[in-house]
């Protein structure tokens, strides 16, 4: 939990960083960027993004670890945990800050290769901290696994740009209540959001790529994707199922991993002239929308929805 709830508080202060800027940047499309330097927009996003970085670094050591003793540096093998539900979760958000930091140097006015050369890799310099830290604190520990996804992560990012001068795969996130968190007494959150961070069976990620990529068949809408996701549920553990919490039996359950097809949206081939809507489709790029969607999982089953979350 701990490493997705910092990984959305440093997207956020990202992303504030990003929209600070003054209000012409709403109005620039993601494939146009200025041409010259503006250090008012470049001081106010290094300032922010540092800031609230410093603030949550010290949220960790300060009060995260503050009551968790100190242990020589030791390694946690977790490449098999939550049925790597967790390192896409890892790979996501390093992709999203490694987004977040290039665009923002770009709006300021930092060319390619400079943003590229910085904001690339972003995602693993602002998570690795966090890695080496449990790596330091009794029962935590570092784990390759987060590194090698966070990784992935913004290469991911950086590969698109330098290959095709813009993301033409989209990296998504979409997430749904699950049964298994209410029949888990709280093991799997006990609130709404804590739910979101804590059940991994409502975890959805995405690869999601425009089907009319050459823009021939005038009948295809330009925005219109196609999607292929993973996921997995039946999980009440890490590597296995418990069966009690707080003296409440948990529901026996078989562990499986799901892979989904589906259609999406790429937001930011719809035109507008609303900076409004600009400001709401930049964000929702990161996000995966409910559609139609077949599904295939791991216990040898073919499922069909409506409308997936």
């Not at 890892?90 to 390619?112: F, M, P, Q």
């Not at 740009?161 to 989209?170: C, G, P, R, T, V």
Request: hydrophobic letters at 40%.
């Amino acid at each position: 939990m701990r490493h997705v709830l910092c990984l959305f508080i440093i997207l956020m202060v990202q992303f504030s960083a990003l929209m600070a800027q003054d209000s012409t940047v709403v109005a620039v499309p993601l494939s146009e960027f200025p041409t010259k330097l503006n250090k008012t927009r470049l001081v106010t996003t290094i300032s922010l993004q540092a800031g609230f970085l410093t603030a949550g670094m010290s949220y960790l050591q300060f009060i995260w670890y503050k009551d968790v003793p100190r242990v020589s540096f030791e390694v946690y093998k977790d490449g098999k945990g939550y049925l790597q539900i967790d390192k896409c979760g890892h790979a996501y958000g390093a992709y999203l800050e490694s987004t977040i930091s290039y665009y923002s140097l770009r709006y300021s006015g930092v060319s390619k290769k400079k943003a590229l050369m910085i904001g690339g890799p972003m995602g693993l310099i602002l998570q690795a901290p966090i890695e080496i830290w449990d790596g330091m604190y009794e029962g935590w520990g570092f784990s390759w696994g987060d590194m090698m996804a966070n990784t992935a992560g913004s290469s991911f990012f950086t590969l698109q740009e330098l290959l095709f001068d813009k993301q033409l795969m989209k990296y998504k996130f979409s997430y749904a209540h699950t049964e298994y968190a209410r029949k888990a007494n709280g093991y799997l959150g006990t609130t709404d959001l804590g739910r979101v961070f804590q059940d991994y069976n409502g975890h959805s990620y995405w690869l999601s790529i425009p089907i009319n990529l050459a823009q021939r068949d005038s009948r295809i809408p330009k925005w219109l994707n196609i999607a292929v996701g993973y996921s997995a549920n039946g999980m009440y553990g890490e590597f296995e199922n418990i069966t009690h919490f707080r003296g409440v039996q948990i529901p026996p359950t078989e562990r499986y991993r799901q892979y989904l097809l589906s259609l999406d949206i790429d937001w930011t081939r719809i035109k507008t002239k609303s900076k409004l809507l600009k400001v709401l489709f930049k964000g929702m790029t990161v996000v995966k929308l409910p559609f139609p969607t077949l599904e295939y999982n791991s216990l040898g089953r073919i499922k069909g929805y409506w409308l997936y979350w």
